[in-house]
């Protein structure tokens, strides 16, 4: 079965969907950019915004981008029905959908992006503790988009090992 084309652009549309929730590609960057340092003395934040446009440039990150953002607005708009509308809204401890979404970008780059993932994830830096904590927008619901901002960090801090070393 052959399947139809896609006429949407959907790279400009993630980037649309991230920077009208109040982050900036740039400040992704920073992130992967502060996980590879360590290792890699030549890189900029240059590379690794490179990097991060390369990870939203993949259709899996792509998918769950939209997906995810799309959750999160619905529950902002109390459009969710059901117990998973508290589930969502209250980012639930032990939900777990939000991490596993964010896997699936994270999946495409490897065993290093899984780690980065976890260690992000976790220790919250950046725009991720921003968006985690609600302090841009305290009416926000970010139960997915933190989880994706960690994901395509981390995804995009695996591209830059594999492209450096």
Do not use: W
Not at 19 to 27: D, L, M, W, Y
Request: with cysteine; glycine share 6%.
């Amino acid at each position: 079965m052959k399947q139809k084309k896609m006429s949407h652009n959907f790279y400009d549309f993630c980037v649309e969907l991230i920077e009208s929730r109040g982050v900036k590609i740039r400040e992704i960057a920073e992130v992967t950019y502060g996980l590879q340092k360590p290792y890699l003395d030549e890189i900029t934040v240059d590379d690794a915004e490179t990097a991060v446009r390369a990870v939203i440039h993949k259709r899996e990150a792509q998918f769950a981008i939209m997906t995810g953002l799309e959750l999160d607005r619905l529950s902002e708009e109390g459009m969710l029905q059901g117990p998973i509308a508290d589930i969502i809204k209250e980012d639930f401890s032990l939900y777990g959908v939000d991490e596993i979404l964010a896997l699936s970008v994270v999946n495409v780059y490897g065993s290093i992006g899984l780690t980065n993932f976890g260690y992000l994830d976790k220790a919250k830096e950046g725009v991720i503790k921003e968006i985690d904590e609600k302090s841009r927008n305290p009416d926000q619901v970010n139960t997915f988009f933190d989880d994706l901002i960690c994901a395509i960090a981390a995804a995009a801090a695996s591209k830059m090992a594999h492209q450096f070393t």
